[in-house]
């Protein structure tokens, strides 16, 4: 009864099929988690259907994505979604990095200061838009009083103001995630030997020098990584903007009222969800979205790898 | 080329004195080798001299002109890393490149210097390759074209060879002596192997414990060592030391043997210890000679064969055994007696109190 009297038959219980055994499950979860809704939402994407309406999908071949790709309404979304990455990750870029220079030398209570820096990046998006719109607030929020406006009626209204509402959004999202990219930056700097810099100090390079030609390649890699993430979050932009703005304000441009802080994932979220519920149509917005952050991506790993290689 | 001088120039971390006052002068286009064991204190008078590391007192004049307390930058010289220190995200060309870049030279004189000094080390074909693709060997010639390539007024090297094998630091020894040579350029270079200093120093300066323990030519140190550290650290190998006691122009050894001093010897000892009392007789292996009327007697402990000679290894009592090196002509079975005499002009005497060498002429 022992295996040992068995010992043939234990093998062919062993190696490849527990191995089967261990994977199967997952893979199967997988399908029906994973590969199933991608694969069926690429489907949908070529056909005209609501999920809460009865009647199966109908097929329409290119129409949405023609749609999508072309109506000027959607392609304010793609806008506004590449402005806000764009500024968004450029002062990230530049906030962060300029704070992991500053505390790249160790003193007193620098430690103490790193973690309280690095808060915001762990609060909630939700909880913080909560709080930043009772920041924003021209009557009780701080912000304008900070910026030396007492009169209520003066203040600028940074979420009711279409000028100004995206660049409040992005004021956010600087103070939530200048943090992360301190954080690589950090770990990027505090990684470069010593030695470098009295080699250049021997080399009789000035600080500048040093900074452009040892300190800023040595980091690229990792604010390479910095850049890609953060422009991957930034095309995602979704939880700050509903908690802040929830799109708007609205605009007119031409003859159409426009959300000027809707973001491609915002819009796609109103045409999912009821009551709108285009299924079909907001299947092609995900897939060019997706295809878009797939692209950049790309871009980014080749930059990275140009680097690394030189 | 620079004169370069340390005037009671120290060096402390914390309450330990890594260098104590130190005073010494290298002089334009001099070859000076820093050796000394490990953690003697070598790197940081290298630091020092380099202004990489602050003194914690006295001063270093660079052509008289006063530098301690100048940036490493505006001292003009180069310096060599014991591990290189290349800049790993740049090509060879570029590392080489770099000092003239920081200067801001012109394109095109810098494309030909670099490429002057590439075929000067023989590394033309490595010149796109990055640090981490390069064997220790070549990380290493690229070092030093980075450092020649600005033509510096001295060279400060830090265990240059240090990392590479045996058979390569031969030729690489002879590289630099050569370069030296054809540069002129005032260099200080630091070892812990005592054959690459005497080889290639024109000046030698044995350090031991933070302090210079001597600072002479390599013959100087290696026939007459200041103290037992560097007739003991200096040859492979170092010298022999025998404890002895000397009373009227001789010295008892151990196992009943007697040495007649030579008499030129007498005063000079006379001074230092007077007319009886302990002393250490030192000699070189290459003093003492094989011969059956020598005064001492000995027994064969082991011998070691060498391409050209023998070295002897003989017992003259359980606790002193010194070593003779021997023509590889004649067999010496082991446990056999030898007797050996030693060149009058080549023997050393030693205080065994103080440990310094007593000198005809008292100590420079
Ligand atoms: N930054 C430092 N802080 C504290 N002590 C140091 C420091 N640098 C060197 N020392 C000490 O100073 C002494 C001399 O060090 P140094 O590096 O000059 O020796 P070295 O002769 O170059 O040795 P090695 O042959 O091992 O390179 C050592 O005891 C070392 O521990
Ligand atoms: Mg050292």
């Given at each position: 009864m022992s295996s040992y009297s068995h010992p043939a038959r234990r093998r062919h219980l062993?190696?490849?099929r527990l191995i089967q055994m261990f994977i199967i499950p997952t893979v199967v979860l997988l399908i029906l988690m994973n590969v199933f809704p991608l694969i069926y939402s690429l489907y949908l994407s070529f056909t005209e259907y609501s999920a809460i309406n009865?009647?199966?999908?109908?097929?329409?071949?290119?129409?949405?994505?023609k749609k999508v790709l072309s109506d000027n309404l959607y392609w304010h979304n793609f806008a506004v979604t590449g402005r806000y990455a764009l500024i968004s990750v450029s002062l990230q870029m530049i906030v962060g990095f300029g704070l992991a220079m500053l505390l790249k030398e160790k003193f007193k209570g620098s430690g103490l200061l790193t973690t309280l820096i690095l808060v915001p990046m762990m609060l909630s998006p939700a909880v913080v838009g909560a709080f930043w719109k009772n920041i924003f607030n021209p009557s009780f929020g701080i912000f304008d009083q900070f910026l030396g406006y007492s009169d209520p009626n003066t203040a600028p209204e940074w979420l009711g103001d279409p000028d100004l509402a995206l660049w409040a959004v992005v004021i956010v999202d600087v103070w939530?995630?200048?943090?992360?990219v301190m954080l690589l930056s950090l770990a990027g700097l505090s990684a470069i030997p010593d030695y470098l810099y009295e080699a250049a100090a021997i080399d009789r390079a000035s600080a500048w020098f040093q900074f452009r030609r040892i300190t800023l390649p040595q980091v690229m890699p990792l604010l390479l990584i910095a850049v890609l993430f953060r422009t991957i979050e930034a095309f995602k932009q979704f939880d700050l903007v509903m908690g802040l703005t929830g799109g708007g304000p609205s605009l007119l441009q031409g003859t159409q009222a426009v959300n000027v802080t809707e973001t491609v994932?915002?819009?796609l979220f109103r045409l999912a969800m009821p009551p709108q519920a285009q299924t079909g149509l907001s299947s092609a917005m995900a897939y060019v979205v997706l295809i878009i952050i797939i692209a950049i991506s790309n871009l980014y790993i080749r930059a990275l790898n140009k680097v690394r290689e030189g | 080329m620079a004169t370069i001088e340390l005037i009671n120039v120290e060096k402390k971390f914390g309450p330990s004195y890594a260098v104590k006052p130190m005073n010494m002068t290298i002089h334009s286009g001099e070859f000076v080798v820093l050796l000394g064991p490990s953690g003697c204190g070598k790197t940081t008078t290298l630091r020092m001299i380099s202004g990489l590391e602050a003194v914690t007192d006295g001063q270093i004049l660079f052509d008289g002109k006063d530098v301690t307390w100048l940036h490493p930058s505006d001292r003009d010289i180069a310096f060599v890393f014991q591990f290189f220190a290349l800049y790993s995200h740049m090509t060879a060309r570029e590392n080489i490149a770099?000092?003239?870049q920081a200067q801001g030279e012109p394109r095109d004189s810098i494309r030909k210097r670099v490429e002057e000094v590439a075929k000067m080390l023989r590394i033309e074909h490595l010149m796109n390759a990055r640090p981490g693709g390069l064997s220790g060997g070549d990380q290493q010639r690229v070092a030093l074209a980075r450092a020649l390539v600005r033509r510096p007024a001295a060279f400060l090297m830090d265990e240059p060879l240090g990392a590479l094998d045996a058979e390569f630091r031969e030729s690489m020894r002879a590289e630099i002596k050569r370069l030296h040579i054809e540069q002129n350029a005032t260099t200080v270079y630091v070892t812990h192997d005592q054959i690459e200093a005497m080889a290639m120093g024109d000046r030698v300066v044995v350090m031991s414990a933070a302090v210079v323990q001597q600072n002479g030519t390599p013959a100087e140190v290696y026939h007459d060592p200041a103290n037992l550290f560097v007739a003991k650290f200096i040859g492979s190998p170092g010298m022999n030391l025998i404890q002895g006691h000397y009373a009227d122009g001789r010295v008892a050894l151990p196992g009943d043997n007697r040495y007649d001093v030579p008499a030129d010897w007498h005063t000079t000892i006379h001074e230092a210890i007077g007319r009886d009392g302990d002393?250490?007789?030192?000699?070189?292996p290459e003093a003492a000679h094989i011969s059956a009327s020598g005064p001492i007697a000995t027994t064969v402990y082991t011998t070691d064969l060498h391409g050209s000679y023998t070295m002897l290894h003989l017992e003259i009592d359980r606790d002193t055994i010194v070593d003779v090196r021997a023509g590889r002509g004649t067999n010496y079975p082991i446990g056999t007696p030898a007797r050996f005499d030693l060149d009058?002009?080549?023997v050393r005497f030693f205080d065994p109190k103080t440990e310094m060498a007593i000198r005809k002429g008292g100590n420079p």
């Open positions: 062993g190696d490849k009865p009647t199966p999908p109908k097929w329409v071949g290119l129409d949405n994505y939530m995630w200048s943090p992360f994932s915002v819009k | 770099f000092p003239l002393i250490i007789l030192g000699f070189r009058p002009a080549m």
